[in-house]
């Protein structure tokens, strides 16, 4: 019943793909409603190409349109991993073995995958550069950064996050702050458990760029999550053909390759545990499209110390 209202959201063109993950498994058992599905996808793609949403993780953006805001109009900034020779980097890569990366999180019915994708990637750095890994939190972001294109529940993006946590000093403990899930006022006074001093853009379309940035630190990536392949991924590398409307922010963690010789990014999901692998995912890399697999090499970014 959820999947159905969820689908007949996203034809209205009003799917909160940043809060909803859909049960993917119910339905690819039911070949009837897979086959109504491709139809759907169809319609879905067609509809999405007019109204491209790109406050990351805005159901209403989709709609209005409100925040809309190119990838040419970021400003850029350097590249602090642009000298890093590609012969020097690690053949694979898991932040997670390095203890880089915190428990999987599940934004819930909340448009705010961005202070997801933002976290992971702050939650990263400062375990690199501190040695201590702290749960961040998001909540701090969904109530208090409402600024620029960062409206809480409903979307933002993750530079956005970054510029608050700079200005902000930094941000608390999810222990301190924890997560509801829905806009609230924003609770000044918190202690600031982490901080970061800038942040940088991965050069976009680029995945080799994209691996020496992620060889170094878990990397804030958007996708197109909107996606049925994206939607309807359960395990294993991700392939095929995916959009490039980019309205979902997570969380680039490592990158490898399979016994079979298939190249993926390791990516970190905000949909709680049973998404996915156990809430992660694994998207092919170096795909002939220069953007990547749903667009992940458009619009990546980094908090740096
Ligand atoms: C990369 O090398 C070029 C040429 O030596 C230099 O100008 C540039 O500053 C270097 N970039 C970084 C981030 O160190």
Redo the contacts with the bound molecule.
């Keep these: 019943m959820a999947t159905l209202k969820a689908s007949i959201l996203a034809m209205l063109g009003f799917a909160f793909f940043c809060g909803a993950a859909l049960a993917a498994r119910d339905l690819s058992d039911d070949s009837a409603m897979v086959a109504r599905h491709e139809q759907w996808m169809a319609q879905y793609r067609a509809a999405s190409t007019k109204t491209p949403p790109r406050r990351l993780g805005g159901s209403r953006s989709i709609k209005t349109n409100k925040g809309f805001k190119s990838s040419n109009m970021r400003i850029p900034t350097?590249?602090?991993?642009?000298?890093v020779s590609a012969d020097a980097l690690p053949t694979t890569i898991d932040w997670r073995t390095k203890g880089a990366v915190t428990p999987i999180k599940d934004q819930g019915q909340c448009g705010c995958c961005w202070a997801f994708s933002a976290v992971a990637a702050t939650e990263g750095i400062v375990k690199i550069s501190t040695g201590k890994l702290v749960s961040l939190a998001e909540q701090e972001l969904v109530d208090c950064d409402v600024h620029d294109e960062d409206q809480g529940c409903e979307g933002g993006l993750m530079d956005d996050a970054f510029k608050f946590i700079i200005k902000n000093g930094g941000l608390t403990t999810e222990s301190s702050y924890p997560y509801t899930a829905a806009d609230g006022k924003c609770k000044s006074g918190s202690n600031s458990a982490a901080t970061i001093k800038g942040y940088e853009d991965v050069p976009a379309n680029d995945e080799a760029a994209l691996m020496k940035a992620v060889a170094n630190q878990p990397v804030s990536v958007a996708v197109d999550g909107g996606d049925m392949t994206f939607q309807f991924y359960s395990g294993g590398v991700m392939t095929g053909s995916c959009g490039t409307d980019l309205d979902h922010g997570i969380a680039a963690i490592g990158y490898g390759k399979t016994s079979d010789g298939t190249k993926y990014w390791l990516m970190k999901n905000s949909w709680g545990t049973t998404w996915g692998e156990n809430g992660y995912l694994r998207m092919e890399k170096d795909i002939s499209d220069k953007r990547g697999m749903c667009g992940l090499a458009m619009e990546p970014s980094y908090p740096t110390k």
Excluded: A, H, I, L
Excluded at 78 to 83: A, S
């Design positions: 350097g590249f602090r991993y642009e000298n």
